[in-house]
Each structure stands twice: as C-alpha cells, then as structure tokens.
C-alpha cells in the first residue's frame, strides 16, 4: 500500500550516528570523572595538611583552589602547577563543565562548586547522550521482516 519515504538517503549516516554519538558520551563522562578524581585528590591532600598544620601551629592556612571556569590569569596559575597530561584533562573538562558553572557562583563550598557541575556534567554527556544514541535507527544486516521465517 504505502511506500516507506526516505529523504534524501539519509538512512544510513543516522545509523552511523548512533556508535559515534555513545563514544563522544563515554570520552566526554570520562573526562568528566577524571577531572572531579582530580580534584577530590587534591582536596583531601590539602584536608590533610590543613589538619596537620591545625595540630602543630594552631592555624589552618587554606589555597584557594581555581573555580570550574577559571580565569586566564587562573588558568597560567594552574598550568605552572600542573603537568602536561593532567592540563588537558582540566582544559577539556573547563569546556565541557563551562555552561555548569554559574550554576553554583553563589556557594562557599568547594566540593559544591566542583561537584554539582560535575553531577549535571555526567547527567548530561552520560545519560542523555547515551539515551539519544540508543534512540536512533540502528543499522539492520537482513532485510526480511522479522514475522518470516529465516
């Protein structure tokens, strides 16, 4: 009765979408979890001094850590302290956690600051790119309908 319309042929590149677009989700939610595995390190290496210096001099002296879009004075900063393979892992997740940013300007917290926007981060390359891959046309290697015998 009624033919299948294609426009344009698009049929297979939409089918190729599908792998590409959970790879970029899992680079991307990697990136992600690296960069807060970074942070939480440093964080409590730093907890662990501040409670070493709190017991010896009675002062705790607190580094203020860089925020989740730094600054380009921030970033120099951060680049002189860093080393090569971990500045780009903190390059790429400034980019993909960028638009999460303002979410929390407002909180005093660091873990806050650096754990929402990594929450919403991983929400968002993870999940929904994960959820879009899957949705997408998948490649089918038969032809016959699936109701007929093989």
């Known amino acids: 009765m009624h033919e ?18 959970r790879v970029v989700a ?10 807060f595995a ?8 730093r907890g662990s001094q501040n409670q070493q210096n709190a017991l010896n001099a009675e002062l705790t002296s607190t580094k203020e850590l860089p925020p989740v879009a730094p600054s380009p004075e921030q ?27 303002g979410v929390v300007e407002s909180s005093d917290n660091t873990w806050v600051k650096h754990g929402v926007p990594a929450l919403l981060g ?5 999940l ?16 016959a309908d699936w109701r007929a015998a093989a």
């Open 26 to 35: 899992i680079l991307c939610s990697a990136l992600v979890l690296l960069a």
């Open 75 to 101: 970033e120099a900063m951060r680049e002189r302290a860093n080393g090569k393979f971990r500045e780009a892992i903190e390059d790429a997740n400034d980019v993909l956690l960028g638009p999460f940013a």
């Open 4 to 21: 299948k319309v294609r426009f344009g042929g698009r049929g297979p590149i939409v089918a190729a979408m599908g792998p590409f677009i």
């Open 128 to 143: 929904c790119l994960g959820m879009l891959a899957r949705m997408l046309p998948k490649h089918r290697e038969h032809g």
């Open 122 to 126: 991983l929400l968002l390359y993870g």
């Open 38 to 45: 970074f942070f939480a390190t440093d964080e409590m290496g």
